[in-house]
């Protein structure tokens, strides 16, 4: 029987929050790959998101936070959900990243895509927040690639910066981003310089593979 996008959705587990004992829906990382291969994400977004995942996992597990690893993983991996598309409709796709996980059931998830441009509030916490491990991580991935957090602003710059008013705006990210790392870096044993190194050279290229493996299976299961 060919199995419908929300047949498939609806096959997710509640988790319970390490926070307290509230329940939440937080998709595996293989129906994480699954809706990604559905929204027609491009490659190259891919490869970012899935470079964004090894940071964003590195990161929380640094951390002297109680932080959900899930929730992390799955919000790393969707961040660009709907960037594919925003190319060409020029939607901000943090926002509608949000609103569609949270019409597939996701809420939680979500809400920390919703956030991955800009946090809602920047320090809402005294330890760090899945949110904000997101959003850093995201700071510090050039395409594929691990960078510093300069290397990423300047790329930002380059690619967007072409208005003042937009020049201005990156600006103040880069300012809020930087206030962002050394909050974070307070709860690790390593400094931001070094977070590279530690992480090694890898350019996510096994999980791509899996990525499409997953893919074309489910492809072929409901053709």
Same mark, same amino acid.
């Given at each position: 029987?060919? #199995? ?6 609806? +096959? ?6 390490? #926070? =307290? +004992? ?5 998709? !595996?990382?293989?129906?994480?790959? &699954?809706?990604? &291969?559905?929204? #027609? ?13 090894? @940071? ?13 690893? $899930?929730? @992390?993983?799955? *919000? *790393?991996?969707?961040? $660009?959900? !709907?960037? !594919? ?6 939607? %901000?796709?943090?926002?509608?990243? #949000?609103?569609? +996980?949270?019409?597939? =059931? ?6 920390? @895509?919703?956030?991955?441009? +800009?946090?809602?509030? &920047? ?7 899945? *949110?904000?491990?997101? %959003?850093?991580? $995201? ?7 691990? *960078? ?5 602003? $300047? ?5 967007? =910066? ?14 809020? !981003? ?18 590279? %190194?530690?992480? =090694?050279?890898? %350019? ?13 299976? @489910? ?5």
């Amino acid at each position: 029987m060919k #199995k419908t996008v929300s047949h498939f959705f609806h +096959l997710s587990v509640r988790k319970c929050s390490r #926070k =307290g +004992l509230v329940h939440m829906r937080i998709p !595996t990382r293989q129906e994480c790959y &699954y809706i990604m &291969y559905k929204m #027609k994400m491009m490659d190259h977004i891919v490869a970012h998101s899935l470079q964004v995942c090894r @940071v964003a996992m590195f990161l929380a597990s640094s951390l002297k936070s109680d932080l959900n690893p $899930d929730l @992390v993983q799955a *919000a *790393a991996l969707l961040h $660009d959900i !709907t960037k !594919t598309r925003s190319i060409e409709t020029h939607e %901000n796709h943090a926002q509608t990243g #949000k609103q569609l +996980l949270i019409s597939l =059931g996701y809420p939680e998830v979500g809400d920390i @895509v919703g956030q991955h441009v +800009l946090l809602d509030e &920047y320090f809402a916490s005294d330890s760090p927040t899945e *949110a904000d491990v997101v %959003n850093y991580a $995201d700071k510090r991935v050039v395409h594929d690639k691990v *960078a510093t957090l300069a290397q990423r602003i $300047d790329y930002i710059m380059e690619r967007y =910066g072409i208005e003042p008013k937009r020049r201005e705006y990156i600006r103040m990210l880069w300012e809020k !981003t930087k206030t962002l790392e050394e909050h974070l870096f307070r709860f690790c044993s390593f400094s931001p310089a070094d977070m590279e %190194n530690l992480l =090694g050279p890898d %350019n996510c290229s096994a999980d791509f593979s899996e990525y499409s493996r997953v893919n074309k299976t @489910v492809a072929v299961g409901t053709g």
